[in-house]
């Protein structure tokens, strides 16, 4: 069933805060997710889309443009330790403890668009079932905090719905099909 068009819930005139889209990272079962955020102590972090586009002018002199699906990636840097974070401690685990290259190939993840739709109780959600969730670094710089920048390429299925946050717990609902 194809989804209607949202409006933004906040005030007309007001640009949109940035703390209203978060990356969350399922440190529970598929089937009995718990959601945690990505990003804490992050202070600039964008979902990048690559189009692949490719333009071509035919022998009539006419432009077209093509392109693919959009391949969505997203850096966290810095993104320092936290023993609060259950989201690196999920990460650190499977990178640095495990060394386990095909676990963090297949993370679960979903996008929270709080400003879309109806305010905290069924905001526009995307889950998509297989990212990368990469460490690109360990350290830091002496007398600082340890650091450990996250690469995220959202993949897998991707299926969209709503969440409703409340008191930190995040419950995705799939859109019905």
């Known amino acids: 069933m194809p989804r209607s068009d949202l409006d933004f819930n906040t005030t007309a005139g007001q640009t949109v805060a940035r703390e209203m889209l978060i990356a969350y990272l399922n440190v529970g079962e598929s089937s009995t997710p718990d959601w945690a955020p990505i990003g804490k102590r992050v202070e600039d972090s964008s979902i990048e889309f690559d189009w692949q586009t490719e333009t071509k002018v035919d022998i009539f002199g006419d432009t077209y443009t093509t392109g693919k699906k959009a391949t969505r ?105």
Not at 78 to 88: K, N
Not at 158 to 170: F, K, L, P, W
């Open 73 to 177: 990636t997203q850096t966290f840097d810095p993104c320092e330790l936290d023993g609060a974070d259950e989201a690196q401690q999920k990460i650190w685990n499977l990178a640095i403890k495990d060394d386990n290259v095909n676990a963090l190939l297949n993370q679960d993840m979903l996008i929270v668009h709080l400003y879309a739709g109806t305010a905290n109780t069924a905001v526009f959600a995307e889950r998509y079932s297989a990212c990368s969730v990469l460490p690109t670094s360990l350290g830091g710089e002496g007398g600082g905090a340890i650091g450990m920048p996250i690469d995220v390429t959202y993949g897998g299925t991707r299926t969209t719905g709503t969440a409703a946050v409340s008191g930190g717990t995040v419950t995705f609902t799939a859109d019905e099909e």
